[in-house]
């Protein structure tokens, strides 16, 4: 007959069994997602770095030679859509906002009314162009944090909405689009607005040339 002692051990392991598989379950459920809304918790952050160049300015604007200085920067800078030109200057030169923007025009772009706050000082005589450049990212994206099958909260995942987030992020040509849309005049530009069907209108068509010659003599 077995002892009494050996008995009670013996009939605790059961208990101790479920127990166990219980708290690897509870183990399993600890990254469980939680956002049950169809909204994608990681969402693109716009980055702003800006970039400066002081320059020598006269009355006239700038001198030849630091047009071609500025030229050289805004090349090296390789400046594309979305940049954003401005000009820190204290005596409010119209002929250097004029000449900034004949070199900035050769990329396209245009020059911002207001210049951003930036360090350092500027010496009698000298005015500063800041160029602004920003950046979209996802952070956090991919997130595979969620390593159980089980969904008992009805929730997405945590890498729901990385894939659309991060390529859009990556393909937008203006990162500040992502904040607020580009703003109108409320005016219709009849130029503009026409361009695309008078260029329809003005293309001769494929076939106005008639079809080429074609020799059927052999060899």
Not at 7 to 33: D, W, Y
Not at 82 to 95: C, E, F, K, L, V
Request: with cysteine.
């Amino acid at each position: 007959m077995m002892p009494k002692a050996t008995h009670s051990k013996l009939a605790k392991l059961p208990a101790i069994a479920i127990a166990l598989s219980l708290g690897t379950m509870l183990a399993g459920c600890g990254g469980m997602p939680t956002d049950r809304s169809l909204y994608s918790t990681k969402q693109p952050v716009i980055e702003r770095t800006n970039f400066t160049l002081d320059v020598q300015t006269n009355r006239s604007g700038l001198p030849i030679s630091e047009q071609q200085r500025v030229d050289g920067w805004f090349d090296t800078m390789e400046l594309a859509y979305g940049d954003r030109i401005s000009i820190d200057d204290p005596t409010n030169n119209p002929a250097l906002k004029t000449a900034v923007s004949d070199l900035a025009g050769r990329y396209g772009l245009l020059v911002s009314a207001t210049a951003p706050t930036t360090a350092g000082f500027l010496n009698p005589g000298q005015a500063r162009i800041v160029i602004t450049r920003s950046n979209a990212s996802v952070p956090g994206c991919p997130d595979w944090s969620a390593t159980s099958d089980m969904n008992y909260n009805n929730a997405t995942s945590p890498n729901y909405g990385c894939a659309t987030n991060s390529n859009l992020a990556a393909m937008i040509a203006d990162p500040l689009d992502l904040l607020e849309g580009k703003k109108g005049s409320g005016e219709s530009v009849v130029a503009s607005g026409t361009k695309a069907i008078d260029t329809f209108r003005d293309t001769a068509p494929s076939g106005a040339g008639g079809l080429p010659a074609a020799s059927t003599g052999g060899n």
